[in-house]
């Protein structure tokens, strides 16, 4: 039983041209192999920005909805960037 299917794509010159690089360097011995390790890597990148969204993003959101008490203004956020600003600026910088 086949466990690829052929699929024919096309590309903008600069992507293909990419491809047939990576291929003519060694780093990859076909076409399909750049394809494949890019679609990975694709796939990588969204299970964490969905892995992040759920663990991060969405508790944060419902303690901001539970706490709404905790949460700063636009003015107040301001104000504790620029101290902190401030603080970092005014530290003397080491090696000088």
Same mark, same amino acid.
Request: proline share 5%; no cysteine; hydrophobic share 40%.
């Given at each position: 039983?086949? $466990? ?16 047939? @690089?990576?291929? %003519? ?8 192999? !750049?394809?494949? @390790? ?7 990148? @969204?299970? %964490? ?8 993003? !969405?508790?944060?959101?419902? @303690? ?15 104000? $504790?960037?620029?101290?902190?600003? $401030?603080?970092? %600026? ?7």
């Amino acid at each position: 039983m086949r $466990n690829s299917q052929p699929l024919t794509i096309t590309l903008p010159l600069e992507m293909a041209q990419m491809v047939k @690089d990576k291929v %003519a360097s060694g780093e990859y011995a076909t076409e399909s192999e !750049v394809i494949r @390790d890019g679609l990975r890597t694709l796939a990588a990148r @969204d299970a %964490a920005v969905e892995r992040w969204l759920r663990e991060e993003v !969405v508790p944060t959101m419902q @303690d901001a909805r539970a706490r709404p008490e905790k949460l700063l203004t636009a003015e107040q956020l301001r104000r $504790n960037l620029s101290e902190h600003i $401030n603080a970092i %600026a005014a530290k003397p910088r080491s090696g000088t």
